[in-house]
């Protein structure tokens, strides 16, 4: 089956610093991975996504990711957190029927001033 | 474009009361989606619909129904509300079932059952 595991709850930065946010997935099949950011009432926003090709994967707002096979992994990334990051991020796998996606449980990121 | 849309926002039911969700999307997407959104559990497929006409249950769809009569709108009906079902619904859409195939979500509805 396919699952994605977030580690940490809750991460906090201060701004400028360096946002690590940790995703590892669960599949038998080649994944497709996702991640989502989600702003405080509002819905979810794709920020980017690993389908194949290039491991490495930019997406808006100064994210990136990199796809690790060998890990298991596909951490979010930005070198330099802005108050404006302070949001819900959620990684995701998508199943294999492409009929649905499968959320880890989100971490939520402080950026402290 | 308005996206995916979702009505209401807010709502409070009485245990045992029906509601209705309503969500409709504008991109003319065959793929339409019902999550629910708990605190620290993610978000959770409850129903899912390939088209018109089409529908399937999800991982949780026990105390939901749902119906795709047009390409445009997908409503989630709750027949006897409990207080299980206070969370945030999430409708969302995507242009195919692809797995590489991201979803465009509405802005949510947050549900409290008292």
């Known amino acids: 089956a396919q699952s994605v595991t977030q580690l940490g709850s809750h991460v906090s930065v201060s701004e400028g610093a360096l946002v690590l946010l940790r995703c590892n997935y669960s599949s038998s099949v080649p994944p497709y991975l996702f991640w989502y950011v989600q702003y405080p009432n509002q819905g979810l926003q794709l920020l980017l996504k690993y389908t194949t090709g290039a491991t490495l994967v930019k997406g808006i707002n100064g994210f990136e990711a990199e796809f690790k096979k060998s890990e298991t992994s596909f951490h979010l990334t930005k070198p330099s957190a802005h108050m404006s990051d302070a949001a819900e991020y959620f990684c995701?796998?998508?199943?294999?029927?492409?009929?649905?996606?499968?959320f880890g449980t989100g971490t939520s990121l402080t950026v402290i001033p | 474009n308005a996206g995916v849309t979702q009505t209401p926002k807010f709502r409070i039911l009485k245990i045992g009361q029906s509601m209705t969700l309503q969500c409709a999307q504008d991109m003319n997407h065959n793929y339409m989606y019902w999550y629910r959104q708990d605190p620290g559990m993610g978000l959770k497929l409850i129903y899912y619909s390939v088209g018109a006409g089409i529908t399937d249950k999800g991982e949780v769809p026990n105390g939901y129904n749902v119906s795709r009569s047009t390409t445009e709108d997908f409503p989630l009906r709750l027949e006897l509300a409990a207080p299980s079902q206070t969370s945030v619904y999430f409708c969302a859409s995507s242009y195919s079932g692809a797995m590489n195939t991201e979803a465009f979500f509405g802005q949510g509805t947050r549900l409290t059952v008292v």
């Open positions: 995701a796998v998508s199943g294999y029927t492409g009929n649905q996606f499968y």
